[in-house]
């Protein structure tokens, strides 16, 4: 418990600073920051009106679907399989990104590694998606991130820069959320479909023990390798798959 309140601590005060660190008055910030750890603890749990689930016809089998209220969001769980499972659950966290996951842009990998989670899901015959919402651009939103495109197609600017040029924080997504909903589903530790340090070290800290990373490696292509490459070495994401592709890589692709 100790090491999960350290953890907590230092998760929360990063993502102070990642999301305040663009706010002029420091003591606001710190206020903002206290009044989000209270009402984090009171919210833990999810009241009966937050919460409503069906089942779920999908073109890969029936999921149970489990819609939530928090934090101004609605957020859904996607449960494959056996629902009384609470241990070593293969799990994804997937922020939303509707370029990505809608459209099929190929400029983030979030479409294909959401198709790849579902596929993987139903291939192990168990199994959760939980999808994120205010999550687009690593937490700007979308009309912000549209703005980092146009920054990073005509300057040539990474998905960092792009962001910190307009004065937006790089990532200031919240996974407390995903913690909340797992503990509703009776989940005490998972296989996380990740290659981000930040989100187990963030589920981590809210009560979700981390059992095993499953690398979550979609293919790169000529559109996203910038993206991987910035948050491969900007961000400290695990992509070996970058590396194979500069390594493969002809002039023409
Ligand atoms: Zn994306």
Redo the contacts with the bound molecule.
């Keep these: 418990m100790v090491a999960n309140g350290d953890a907590e601590q230092g998760d929360l005060r990063r993502w102070c600073e990642l999301r305040c660190e663009y706010r002029p008055e420091r003591s606001e910030r710190l206020g903002r920051c206290r009044v989000r750890r209270g009402s984090r603890m009171r919210e833990e749990a999810f009241n009966d009106g937050d919460v409503a689930e069906s089942d779920l016809v999908t073109r890969r089998g029936t999921f149970r679907a489990v819609a939530f209220r928090a934090d101004g969001h609605e957020h859904m769980a996607l449960v494959y399989g056996a629902t009384d499972v609470r241990e070593d659950v293969l799990v994804r966290v997937h922020s939303e990104?509707m370029?990505?996951?809608i459209f099929g842009?190929m400029r983030?990998?979030?479409?294909d590694q959401l198709d790849a989670a579902l596929d993987r899901i139903v291939t192990e015959g168990g199994g959760i998606l939980i999808y994120l919402r205010g999550h687009e651009g690593r937490g700007i939103g979308l009309v912000d991130k549209v703005r980092t495109h146009v920054l990073q197609d005509e300057e040539g600017l990474d998905t960092l820069d792009s962001a910190t040029t307009l004065g937006l924080p790089v990532d200031v997504r919240d996974y407390s959320p995903a913690a909340r909903i797992l503990k509703h589903l009776g989940v005490t530790s998972v296989r996380l479909l990740s290659n981000n340090p930040d989100k187990i070290a963030a589920l981590t800290a809210r009560g979700i023990e981390v059992s095993a990373r499953v690398p979550h490696l979609a293919p790169p292509n000529r559109h996203n390798i910038g993206y991987l490459t910035a948050k491969r070495d900007r961000l400290g994401h695990d992509l070996p798959q970058v590396d194979v592709f500069a390594a493969d890589s002809p002039a023409d692709r």
Excluded: I, L, R, V
């Excluded at 983030?108 to 479409?111: D, N």
């Design positions: 990104c370029t990505g996951d842009a983030c990998e979030c479409g």
